[in-house]
Nanobody, 126 residues
Framework: QVQLVESGGRLVQTGGSLRLSCAAS????????MGWFRQAPGKEQEFVAT????????DYTDSVKGRFTISRDYFKHTMYLQMNSLKPEDTAVYYC???????????????????WGQGTQVTVSS
């Protein structure tokens, strides 16, 4: 059994910063990629950022480019999302995900990932 546990979500004011963490534990697995998704109330889940585990290559959705930074600690098997210049529209439950298989499609898609965390709430007040 693989567990992904997110932490770091909380209430923050517009323009503030937060760092989310996602720690993987349980059954060892070979990580191909990890990613962050979010879901705001009444909206569909959306891709936020992804990182290829071996190379460290990253990609972001346009709305967070220049504000969010995804990173990983390879040996701690932990992923981070540094969020700066937060806006009210960033308010959502943030989920981390891990992919253990080579994916032929985009890592923007949820089917690239095999394991999911329970989510952490980020609320940005205006």
């Amino acid at each position: 059994q693989v567990q992904l546990v997110e932490s770091g979500g909380r209430l923050v004011q517009t323009g503030g910063s937060l760092r989310l963490s996602c720690a993987a534990s349980g059954r060892p697995f070979s990580t191909v990629a990890m990613g962050w998704f979010r879901q705001a109330p009444g909206k569909e889940q959306e891709f936020v950022a992804t990182i290829l585990w071996s190379s460290g290559d990253t990609d972001y959705t346009d709305s967070v480019k220049g504000r969010f930074t995804i990173s990983r600690d390879y040996f701690k098997h932990t992923m981070y999302l540094q969020m700066n210049s937060l806006k009210p529209e960033d308010t959502a439950v943030y989920y981390c995900a891990a992919g253990a298989h080579r994916h032929s499609g985009s890592y923007y898609n949820t089917d690239a990932y095999d394991f999911w965390g329970q989510g952490t709430q980020v609320t940005v007040s205006s």
